[in-house]
């Protein structure tokens, strides 16, 4: 008997989610973890190798969790064009409030079956679906292209309904929307968003600064690749010197948009190490005009896992916004917002000091740096530091993030080369570090003149 959802759509049963959303490859890999030390079989068609899990699944080989986790990892994912829509006025949402929106603007309760509003050309809200406390899905459906079709010598009309899915992020501070669609499909479920929540979207559009960015972060990974984020680490990342388009969907989008050159300084190829310690191969290509191609089969995570620097590069307070004093001026702010980016762009994201502005070459007032520093310190957004240094070898003895736990007089011998010494201030090192993983406020105002404040 087939199960259905409170919206009355029908549930796939554990190995057909299987076999819609996972790949050969994953499932003989899944086929070789329940086998353990034994060799397992090796099976040419997928029909093989799901008729050999439901064997493991009736063994209880293999659990159904574990087949959730599977299809957790491969739903929604794909070859896909991933957009990201922005609130025009920063707003945060609770999911009480969320749901709230959805509510008083339907007759029908949308989280328990579908409002099947008539269809149009325009992506018109259908039912949603919490995926977890902080991701909600929204289903939209349009009018597909008609067709006549000759029944029993009667000529009728059909129009077919096409489903569209948008995902809801909401964040600390703010809320994205996320489209697995085209730029111009995009701009349309935006529309219908605004409508629904009476919050005007807009596209997240990537400027070239943000693109170097990305690329930064991406690379960034594989030179620490014993810190597991996000579900994987990027071990090679590469520019392609001469892409292609065979890999792609037949889109005259893609090909208009991404000619002269764009295509081969914004397409990354990379291999992906993902959770379950399995390597993708994996490519993607970033368009200034607001989207993310992710051109081979992927897993959600690694969608998810690209959006997690997509977050830390967007989400970003400018330093015109932190509320400094009077006295520091719009020239002052333009020359230190131009040194937090150099601080990025040159690799010391995870460690600097004060001084890091004569490194970089800057001419400033110091007073001034140091309160911009002082800000963002409270504000949660850099991390402040207290190096234990060796007087002898300089090398760092201790890191203390409190300075009342800094045992000043008192007698170290330094792990790294014995020396003996009486710890004074002198031997105390203050650095900085931009923080990971935290909820920012974005300006909608300046793309181009934000500061990224995110960890390199």
Excluded at 144 to 161: A, C, F, L
Excluded at 164 to 191: C, P, Q, W
Excluded at 231 to 244: C, H, M, N, Q, R
Excluded at 360 to 366: I, N, S, T, V
Aim: charged fraction near 30%; hydrophobic fraction near 35%; glycine fraction near 4%.
């Amino acid at each position: 008997m087939e199960e259905r959802t409170p919206n009355n759509l029908v549930l796939l049963t554990p190995i057909e989610e299987l076999n819609k959303h996972v790949p050969m490859k994953a499932l003989q890999e899944l086929v070789d973890e329940a086998a353990g030390e034994q060799e397992s079989s090796k099976y040419a068609t997928k029909e093989a190798l799901l008729d050999e899990v439901q064997a493991l699944v009736e063994k209880k080989t293999i659990s159904l969790g574990r087949i959730n986790k599977l299809v957790q990892d491969y739903k929604f994912a794909g070859r896909v064009s991933v957009c990201w829509g922005i609130p025009l006025e920063r707003t945060a949402l609770l999911k009480s409030e969320l749901e709230k929106a959805i509510l008083s603007k339907n007759s029908v309760n949308p989280f328990e079956e579908e409002i099947k509003p008539q269809l149009t050309q325009r992506p018109a809200f259908n039912s949603a679906e919490w995926l977890s406390n902080n991701l909600l899905r929204l289903e939209f459906v349009y009018a597909g292209k008609s067709y006549e079709i000759e029944d029993n010598y009667e000529k009728r009309i059909i129009v077919p309904t096409k489903r569209l899915n948008s995902y809801i992020r909401l964040l600390e501070k703010t809320f994205v929307v996320e489209t697995r669609a085209s730029i111009r499909e995009s701009k349309l479920v935006y529309d219908s968003v605004s409508l629904l929540l009476g919050v005007e979207i807009v596209s997240m559009t990537f400027t070239n600064q943000d693109i170097a960015f990305l690329k930064k972060e991406l690379n960034g990974k594989s030179k620490a690749a014993k810190h597991k984020r996000f579900g994987g680490d990027l071990d090679t990342i590469y520019v392609s010197a001469s892409p292609g388009l065979d890999d792609l969907d037949s889109s005259e989008e893609y090909k208009n948009n991404f000619t002269h050159g764009d295509l081969r300084e914004t397409r990354l190829e990379f291999l992906y190490t993902s959770s379950s310690k399995n390597k993708i191969e994996s490519s993607l290509h970033i368009s200034s005009q607001g989207n993310i191609w992710f051109m081979s089969d992927v897993p959600e995570e690694l969608i998810e896992y690209v959006f997690a620097i997509v977050h830390k590069i967007k989400f970003l307070p400018p330093v015109k916004k932190l509320g400094l004093k009077s006295s520091v001026t719009t020239t002052d702010e333009t020359i230190i917002q131009s040194l937090v980016n150099a601080i990025r762009k040159s690799g010391y994201g995870k460690r600097f000091n004060p001084r890091i502005y004569k490194t970089l070459g800057f001419e400033l007032d110091e007073r001034k740096w140091i309160e911009t520093i002082s800000k963002l310190v409270r504000l949660g957004y850099l991390t402040e530091r207290f190096e234990l240094v060796c007087p002898d070898c300089h090398e760092t003895i201790k890191v203390y993030f409190d300075y009342k736990d800094i045992p000043l007089d008192e007698a170290l011998s330094c792990i790294h080369c014995g020396h003996e010494f009486e710890v004074s201030e002198e031997d105390i090192l203050l650095t900085y570090s931009f923080k990971e993983d935290i909820e920012l406020a974005q300006d909608p105002e300046s793309q181009d003149d934000q500061v990224v404040l995110a960890q390199n």
